[in-house]
């Protein structure tokens, strides 16, 4: 009751009612939580900041089975969370695009990748933001190049942590972590996963050469034209096969698989952004110098992406077999269907040149023709697919 409050409690002063003294002693608990709280946050930034100089002390190509370090982690206080560790564990999920699996093994493997842009001026932030977003969806396209060079693993998720910046010349570290498993058994992993660790191609060496490639590649998707991109992309998966022991073809074809080319194009496209200000600026990759983007690539590089417009392409082809389907006596451009065997195999429109008859060539079914293909760019593919054939002569 308002009676028996005391006239001074914890350097409260008197209230009117119980109420009020309550409410006002309950948001004095309740304040003081969270400054704790706060000042547990400041605690663990400072000790973080104060281990910095550990993410530099890791010799390049040197890859780690552990945790990521505390500095890569949120700055909140730690609460209780799963650990991945350089122990077998069981994981109830599967690879995307793979067939799931009820328990899989799996091995965490981390290992770093820098970049620097080689700006005189600082960056805002608003472009490092973006071009970490990119940079990191990038990063997670890798998992193909490392499957290719250690048959047998399968990288099940890619996680990236910024370790490290510096303003200036912007240098940016990672930590990244391959969660990798193996479709055999677990002894089976683990000794893929030794062979990867002793392996005298360092794999920070190969995520990066993948980085590089693939963001070399986006940008040709967005200047498909330009020739010092082309000259710089040509170079690049030549080097990306040295360091991945891979043929040229076979880089190409990891390239060519890549999924939503137009997704990497606009990634690309942003990561280069923060170079964008600097004329003589380039694009440093730390562990693969001969990498680094120069400063005419940056030049031919669209500050923001845009889909290439929708245009046709033609290829002509001589003398060759030719299905029909579907014919008309008396039309050219209607009705008429069939397939190329060896250049379009499906079902395809036909249109008859007007050197042809139509009426000679209804109710064959086989010839040998020469054509003109005709393609058209297709947004969602982000290439050119064949709309329909024009037969110019029949043999």
């Not at 409050?5 to 309550?22: D, H, M, N, Q």
């Not at 970049?115 to 990119?134: F, G, H, M, Q, W």
Request: glycine letters at 6%; aromatic letters at 6%.
């Amino acid at each position: 009751r308002p009676q028996s409050i005391p006239e001074r409690v914890g350097g409260l002063r008197p209230w009117a009612s119980a109420e009020k003294y309550l409410s006002q002693l309950l948001l004095q608990f309740f304040a003081g939580g969270v400054i704790g709280y706060l000042a547990e946050i400041l605690e663990n930034l400072l000790r973080n900041v104060s281990q910095r100089p550990a993410a530099f002390q890791t010799p390049a190509g040197q890859s780690k089975l552990m945790r990521a370090p505390a500095f890569s982690a949120n700055l909140l206080p730690e609460r209780p969370t799963g650990k991945i560790d350089n122990t077998l564990r069981s994981w109830g999920v599967a690879a995307k695009g793979r067939q799931p699996v009820e328990e899989r093994k799996q091995i965490a493997v981390e290992t770093t990748y820098a970049v620097n842009y080689t700006t005189k001026d600082p960056v805002p932030i608003a472009e490092i933001i973006t071009s970490l977003r990119s940079l990191e969806a990038i990063i997670k396209r890798s998992g193909p190049f490392v499957e290719a060079r250690y048959a047998g693993i399968e990288i099940l998720d890619i996680q990236v942590y910024v370790t490290a910046m510096e303003a200036g010349s912007l240098k940016e570290w990672f930590l990244v972590r391959l969660l990798c498993g193996s479709a055999e058994n677990a002894e089976e992993l683990e000794a893929l996963v030794e062979r990867m660790m002793k392996d005298s191609k360092p794999l920070n060496a190969l995520i990066s050469a993948a980085i590089g490639g693939l963001i070399v590649f986006g940008l040709t998707k967005c200047s498909p034209d330009a020739p010092h991109t082309t000259e710089f992309f040509n170079n690049t998966i030549i080097n990306i096969g040295a360091e991945m022991e891979l043929d040229v073809g076979d880089v190409q074809l990891l390239l060519d698989g890549v999924r939503d080319k137009k997704r990497l194009a606009r990634d690309a496209v942003e990561f280069v952004r923060p170079a964008k200000g600097d004329p003589s600026a380039t694009i440093e990759n730390d562990a693969l110098p001969a990498l680094a983007i120069p400063p005419e690539v940056i030049a031919e590089t669209p500050l923001h992406y845009e889909p290439p417009e929708q245009r046709e392409q033609t290829v002509i082809y001589t003398n060759v077999p030719v299905l029909i389907y579907a014919s008309d006596r008396d039309k050219r451009e209607t009705v008429w269907a069939g397939m190329v065997p060896g250049v379009i195999d499906r079902r395809i429109r036909f249109i008859l040149d007007d050197s042809v008859d139509p009426a000679q060539l209804h109710g064959r079914t086989r010839v040998h023709a020469n054509i003109v293909v005709v393609k058209r760019f297709s947004q969602s593919s982000n290439a050119f697919e064949p709309k329909k054939v024009v037969l110019t002569a029949v043999n």
